[in-house]
């Protein structure tokens, strides 16, 4: 169970010319904060880490959890990076397990045991010190004892995830001088612009602690419903998934417009080029789907075969095509989002089933109880779940006009895609970064890690950049961990991709 204490901080204050002595309280010191093992990893940390929450008044109050890994370079100048995953509802120990993070995780050798951790090479922590946050309240272990609070938007999410900003740095005051960068993926291409722009008109209000804040990175980020919503046809005629007299029968019918249906005639192509693609992984086109005798069961009505948590779910509906480790990792279905209230996955799961699931590690760990009390999470937080079923709202609208303003306000801004996404193709993510009508300051070209193409990269004015990573899906630092560990350091380095 997560320890607290009052602890008093200290700074001074000048007031007509007289030196005082200011305290203010922070809610619990960072020593108590220090993870100090983890079950299932033998070895020493790389360096030191942090979990615990961040309570934002109320009644009753909220309280974000945290996990946060300390550069293992520099950590006095080290860039302090918050990771958000998407959904939304989705907890950001996604990041920390499966992509990014600073261990990987094998599974158990015999049944019933813990995963075996083992130093990830390729962490992001190796360059910058990493802060993972489960947000909204409700997700992963963040949690309020009344679950009414567990309604939300774009917008209220933004104005607390800045709160806990505000309140993580009055609790970490060591690390307000460094370079300050928010990065997340999905649906996180919401949550990132609407946080920047708070961020942003806290630090023109004066408000304190003065957050260092550089800039952001978006992965495979919903951001316009026009531009992402028109993007899968294209897509899917250039990667050779439909037919050419497929892709010019919907140029016409649909006139290039493939987010709403305009006509029947373009419903039904829409439909037909559907149905073509239906059994593809849409997270990444080149990853099988495992599809089984048991999903074909499923498809049937019939659930004997799988496992007790699935039957549970009481769902007849046909298999839906993922990967491995997939349970709304993502957005759902396939871009564009819309405005309105947002389908959760556990919604979602009601009307069809995920035969490949497969989440098994990270639940089984972040269940333990000596998991739990090493990472100081409450047992209020309840049974950790990859996601979880919201009352969600987008009420931000299109993301667009977030980045114009946010890249003419001087901060640095990297859109990177894996180019084998179905879920947010780059085609769409491509057409939006151009339209923002910048100067081409370093025109298309490819960029290399360990000496192969790992993608390609366009450079604009306004410190904004395009950036493609070759062969990877949605989750782009699981797919190329070594790529995605290289073009994030040089980014946040500023050296040339």
């Not at 220090?34 to 929450?53: A, I, M, N, Q």
Request: aromatic fraction near 14%.
């Amino acid at each position: 169970m997560a320890m607290h204490k009052l602890v008093l901080s200290q700074s001074l204050m000048i007031i007509s010319g007289c030196v005082f002595l200011q305290l203010y309280p922070l809610e619990a010191a960072p020593e108590l904060s220090l993870v100090r093992s983890l079950p299932g990893f033998e070895g020493t940390f790389p360096s030191k880490h942090y979990s615990g929450y961040v309570t934002l008044e109320g009644i009753p109050p909220k309280n974000l959890f945290y996990y946060f890994a300390v550069s293992e370079k520099d950590p006095v100048r080290d860039p302090v990076v918050l990771w958000l995953n998407g959904g939304p509802g989705c907890s950001s120990f996604d990041g920390f397990v499966y992509e990014h993070g600073p261990f990987n995780f094998e599974a158990a050798k015999e049944e019933g045991g813990l995963p075996v951790l083992h130093l990830n090479p390729y962490s992001w922590s190796k360059v910058a010190s990493i802060i993972y946050l489960d947000s909204p309240v409700g997700v992963g272990f963040s949690y309020s004892v009344n679950t009414s609070n567990y309604v939300n938007g774009d917008l209220q999410t933004a104005a607390e995830t800045h709160l806990f900003l505000l309140k993580w740095f009055e609790q970490f005051p060591e690390f307000t001088a460094n370079p300050f960068y928010i990065a997340g993926e999905s649906y996180a291409g919401i949550y990132v612009p609407t946080l920047a722009s708070d961020i942003v008109k806290g630090i023109k209000a004066g408000i304190k602690p003065i957050i260092n804040f550089k800039g952001y990175m978006v992965g495979n980020g919903v951001c316009d419903p026009e531009f992402d919503g028109s993007a899968l046809v294209p897509f899917a005629h250039g990667m050779g998934l439909i037919s050419d007299n497929m892709f010019k029968e919907a140029e016409v019918l649909c006139k290039g417009n493939y987010h709403k249906f305009i006509s029947i005639d373009c419903q039904q192509i829409l439909y037909k080029i559907f149905m073509v693609l239906d059994e593809l992984n849409i997270y990444d086109i080149l990853e099988p789907c495992f599809h089984s005798r048991e999903a074909d069961d499923v498809a049937n009505g019939n659930t004997t075969l799988l496992p007790q948590s699935f039957k549970q779910l009481g769902s007849t509906g046909r298999p839906l095509a993922v990967r491995k480790r997939m349970f709304g990792r993502a957005w759902p279905f396939r871009a564009p989002v819309e405005d309105g209230i947002i389908p959760s996955w556990p919604q979602l799961m009601r009307k069809v089933i995920v035969p490949c699931m497969d989440d098994v590690q990270a639940t089984i760990w972040l269940n333990n109880d000596a998991v739990r009390e090493a990472i100081h999470a409450n047992p209020e937080s309840g049974n950790w779940s990859l996601c979880v079923s919201l009352l969600y709202i987008h009420d931000a609208g299109s993301m667009i006009s977030y980045h114009k303003n946010l890249t003419s306000s001087g901060y640095r801004v990297l859109i990177y895609s894996g180019d084998h996404d179905m879920c947010v193709p780059f085609t769409g993510t491509q057409a939006w970064t151009q339209s923002l009508g910048y100067e081409v300051v370093d025109e298309w070209r490819p960029w290399k890690s360990n000496g192969q193409i790992a993608g390609f990269i366009q450079e604009y004015s306004n410190d904004f950049t395009f950036l493609t990573v070759k062969g990877a899906g949605h989750t782009v630092p699981e797919y190329k961990p070594r790529e995605s560990l290289d073009f994030f350091s040089r980014w946040l380095e500023r050296k040339q991709i």
